[in-house]
């Protein structure tokens, strides 16, 4: 039991990682040099994708997928304002709020094995 909860707790640090990998690669298309941010983005997109197949041999895809693009667009978000003072229109808002409850939704409502 300690064996599953243990690889359990790994594969979802291993989502973590993906997703923070896959926030970071994103954010690094907004550089100045752009030879140097698509650069760092294949880097850190490729480390993701690396963390997000170490994941989803313990979580199930779905579940994995929809968890990494809620909080990919919570962080995406979290550094457009914080960092690149993006704002966002009434509706883009209302748009990425039925997102995360559609994405939160299909998590809540997959079938478990």
Do not use: D
Request: positive net charge.
């Amino acid at each position: 039991m300690i064996v599953v909860k243990k690889e359990l707790f790994k594969a979802w640090f291993f989502l973590i990682c993906a997703i923070v990998f896959e926030v970071l690669g994103t954010s690094f298309l907004k550089m100045e040099n752009v030879i140097l941010g698509y650069f760092f983005m294949a880097m850190f997109i490729a480390f993701s994708y690396f963390f997000m197949g170490k994941a989803i041999k313990k979580i199930q895809i779905g579940i994995a997928y929809a968890v990494w693009e809620l909080l990919g667009i919570i962080l995406i978000l979290a550094i457009s304002f914080i960092i690149f003072k993006e704002n966002l229109t009434l509706s883009q808002i209302l748009g990425i709020i039925c997102s995360i409850a559609g994405i939160i939704m299909i998590n809540i409502g997959e079938v478990k094995e």
